[in-house]
């Protein structure tokens, strides 16, 4: 019990910080003569839907996350961070290049994508997008690729707890129109706001790109970089299903629920581990209705 009430202070914590830069961005954007860079209710359900992700996470990690963590560990590496900067340097990529693997699944995978593509659903960029989250994200058990092969390589619990909660609360900081372009150097190495505006971006050459948490490199390495200059004019959002509601609930299980009716109605598994446009590519129906395509 005392771990879920710790995980609850944390969460409070730095709810109170993030709203209050959120708060600080609108203002600039209002004294900038932008406005409509904040949308009043769609903050607010960026924040109600951040704060019912925050609460789920932080219980799931005090009762079975870290449980199960400590449980795969003790058949890994064993590795020890006994060599100073190497260790630090080693720990630091790993689990950035997990976030990047388990980023890039759940763009690619519709059980995955179905919950986090309420981060996706918005059209705006601004801090409070950053919040907009979906409370199932550790009930789907995406959390396994990301968390579990640092157990595997032996990482310490509470290091890895913290510096999963330190790359979360940087990607804050890069969901915004603020900042444009950062010196060179930074912008080779690191996920900045100008390669995450590309990440959510709905055009063609914007989707399924920039996947990096803290640093860019990974999409470098990978082929999955593209530079904000090359990118066209970006547009937020989603191609197909685009929510017109911020109710918090329906923004969290409306394209969870048209999953599992997509698995029902057309009587395939396959649907749960194939790319989000499967459905519409296999069976021909249109991605707003699902209705078969006249022709």
Same mark, same amino acid.
């Given at each position: ?8 202070? #944390?969460?409070?914590? /730095?709810?109170?910080? #993030?709203?209050?830069?959120?708060? $600080? ?5 209002? &004294?900038?003569? %932008? ?13 109600? +839907? ?5 609460? /789920? @996470? ?45 980023? #890039? ?6 059980? /995955? ?15 409070? +997008?950053?919040? %907009? ?22 990482? @310490?619990?509470?290091? !890895? ?28 190495? /690191? ?5 995450? &505006?590309?990440?959510? *971006? ?6 399924? !790109? ?12 990978? *082929? !999955? #970089?593209?530079?904000? %200059? ?13 929510? !017109?509601? $911020?109710?918090?609930? &329906? $923004? ?12 029902? +109605?057309? %009587? ?15 069976? @021909? ?11």
């Amino acid at each position: 019990m005392s771990d879920v009430l710790h995980a609850l202070g #944390f969460i409070v914590t /730095f709810g109170i910080f #993030f709203v209050g830069i959120i708060i $600080l961005e609108a203002w600039y954007w209002r &004294r900038k003569g %932008r406005p409509e860079a904040y949308n009043f209710k769609e903050t607010i359900a960026n924040i109600s +839907t951040g704060g019912l992700y925050k609460i /789920f @996470d932080g219980i799931a990690i005090a009762l079975f996350i870290q449980f199960f963590y400590e449980y795969v560990q003790q058949f890994g590496f064993q590795y020890q961070m006994n060599d100073g900067v190497l260790s630090i340097l080693f720990f630091c990529l790993a689990v950035d290049f997990f976030f990047y693997l388990y980023h #890039f699944t759940m763009h690619k995978v519709r059980w /995955f994508w179905s919950i986090h593509v309420t981060h996706h659903s918005s059209k705006i960029m601004n801090f409070s +997008t950053a919040l %907009r989250q979906n409370f199932l994200l550790d009930l789907n058990f995406g959390w396994v690729l990301w968390w579990i092969p640092l157990a595997v390589i032996g990482f @310490d619990k509470n290091w !890895t707890m913290i510096a999963i909660e330190l790359s979360l609360a940087y990607q804050f900081f890069i969901h915004t129109e603020m900042v444009d372009k950062l010196p060179k150097p930074l912008e080779l190495i /690191f996920n900045t706001p100008s390669h995450h &505006r590309v990440h959510h *971006g709905c055009k063609p050459a914007q989707i399924d !790109t920039n996947f990096g948490g803290v640093m860019i490199i990974w999409d470098r390495l990978f *082929g !999955t #970089f593209v530079d904000e %200059r090359n990118a066209g004019k970006i547009e937020y959002g989603l191609t197909s299903r685009q929510p !017109t509601t $911020l109710n918090p609930l &329906r $923004l969290n299980l409306d394209e969870f629920f048209q999953m599992l009716k997509d698995v029902v +109605t057309y %009587r395939d598994l396959k649907i749960l581990y194939k790319s989000p446009s499967y459905v519409e590519e296999r069976y @021909d129906v249109d991605p707003e209705r699902l209705e078969p395509v006249k022709t």
